[in-house]
């Protein structure tokens, strides 16, 4: 029987909602859709067909299975903090929301593992399993909005991620929605290294162009017995940046190892959570430990030693776990708090080696004079895991192009030093063109073959990932493939 309430003379949208079966489950007016025409990058933006509700994997196969028949461009969208456009409709998608899929399905103490729906909130997981005594490790500054549905699909990282990994090292087993509609699981069991290829791996970090994630088998761990957590204030940038080094060198592995330069100190304290960062430093580090109480206070002295012979102006250890959370907001709150000093601001994703911290920020410092936008530098730097922020407003002509160019000038110089160019955030759109800058036309298109075979007509997320030489070098290709044909 046919939804009611649908005011539409579109029969896609009207059967659309009969798949959901339900007309608040649909969204398909001009006025609505816009709130879905990007996600944290919004620098484009596109309306999408309309924007479905799917209440389980069932509903979401039929929603695929339909798109593919009437070859309509889709997509899927989780809490749309993504930074890069993952979500960006380009092609006017069908955009299937994940946000009511939203279950904690089972968790599984004894063997450290909880199944959970792709709507279900990063932060949601470790304040459900807390009062036991675990948590989920991977923690991106978004973990109290973000979707673990969409930390799989960006292969999102984190504060904590130096020790403990991205969200691929915590990913047990994927229940996935094939474009063409047919359901599939991986890793069901938990084994991490089962026989044949990592399909755990192709997938995670595949930025929803390879299948929709339904289910989500994740990995929890036991709290640490203590952390201790101190915060340490520099001159220089480059005394920072030589201590974050010299903290790995003498064999010291923090639980997290994060740096903000003082463009991005003067955002954190001019917004919500200020904890009192002095004016007129350059840099503040703010590194955690956490394991066996009996071992901490020494690596805490080890770490003073270290920023000692790197003329710190002053170390200090969280008092109690108060001050610990304050200062931790104050970092988290990093990206958002830039909106305090900058109508707009563009947030990168760049990857070093540690030892090339001094050069690199050296560099970007150049790329924000020559191009007359402040760059603000907030980062995990014990993996070298950068976010230059380009501050810039968007009302003034011609600045919105400057931040893009002073972006892709970032990473040019991450790749430059033997980097990459997204740790965490994913390529999106964003990043299309500046994957040339680590791949070549070949590479790309090895990549573009596998995604053929998970995703043959390019109807999810197309357009995403993968820059148009990627593209050129398949139609050569093909040309070449019929040219040879010819001749025999």
């Keep these: 029987m046919p939804v009611k309430g649908i005011k539409s003379n579109d029969q896609h949208i009207r059967n659309l909602a009969n798949i959901v079966g339900d007309a608040r489950s649909i969204i398909y007016h001009k006025e609505d859709l816009i709130a879905y025409d990007c996600d944290g990058f919004t620098l484009h933006k596109h309306l999408p067909k309309a924007v479905v509700f799917p209440k389980n994997t069932e509903e979401v196969s039929a929603l695929v299975k339909y798109c593919t028949h009437h070859q309509l461009p889709f997509l899927a969208r989780g809490a749309g903090t993504g930074l890069s456009g993952g979500a960006i409709p380009l092609n006017g998608e069908v955009v299937i929301s994940l946000v009511r899929m939203k279950k904690l399905l089972s968790v599984d103490f004894e063997n450290r593992r909880a199944i959970v729906e792709p709507g279900f909130v990063n932060l949601k997981l470790t304040n459900s399993i807390s009062d036991k005594g675990y948590y989920y490790a991977p923690d991106p500054s978004s973990q109290y909005c973000c979707t673990i549905g969409g930390n799989v699909a960006e292969n999102a990282g984190g504060a904590h991620c130096l020790k403990y990994g991205v969200t691929t090292n915590h990913i047990l087993g994927l229940e996935v929605v094939l474009p063409n509609g047919e359901i599939i699981e991986i890793g069901a069991n938990g084994i991490l290294d089962e ?42 940038v480059e005394d920072g940046s030589q201590a974050v080094s010299d ?242």
């Design 247 to 488: 903290i790995i060198s003498a064999g010291i592995l923090p639980a997290a190892l994060e740096m903000m330069d003082k463009t991005a100190i003067e955002g954190v304290e001019a917004a919500a959570f200020p904890v009192g960062h002095p004016k007129n430093i350059e840099a503040v580090l703010l590194i955690e430990v956490d394991g066996i109480e009996a071992g901490l206070d020494e690596q805490i002295n080890q770490i003073v030693e270290v920023c000692l012979k790197r003329n710190v102006r002053e170390v200090r250890a969280a008092k109690d776990e108060a001050e610990r959370g304050r200062w931790w907001a104050n970092r988290k709150t990093g990206f958002g708090a830039m909106g305090a000093i900058s109508p707009d601001y563009l947030v990168q994703d760049g990857v070093i080696p540690r030892s090339k911290l001094p050069e690199v920020l050296k560099r970007i410092n150049q790329i924000s004079e020559e191009t007359g936008l402040r760059i603000a530098n907030i980062f995990h730097a014990g993996d070298g895991n950068l976010h230059p922020l380009v501050l810039f407003d968007a009302r003034k002509p011609g600045q919105s192009e400057k931040a893009l160019i002073a972006g892709s000038a970032c990473l040019q110089v991450c790749a430059d030093v033997g980097g990459t160019i997204t740790g965490e955030h994913g390529v999106g759109i964003e990043k299309r063109e500046e994957m040339r800058f680590v791949f070549t036309d070949e590479e790309i298109s090895a990549q573009t073959d596998i995604r053929d075979v998970f995703n043959p007509g390019n109807l999810l997320n197309a357009g995403k990932l993968f820059p148009t030489p990627g593209r050129c070098v398949e139609i050569k290709r093909e040309l070449k493939d019929k040219e040879s044909a010819a001749a025999f």
């Design 195 to 236: 026989p044949g290829y990592d399909l755990l791996g192709l997938l995670t970090g595949s930025e929803g162009t390879l299948g929709i994630v339904t289910k989500i088998t994740v990995r929890i761990l036991k709290n640490p017995e203590s952390k201790k957590t101190v915060l340490a204030y520099f001159d220089k």
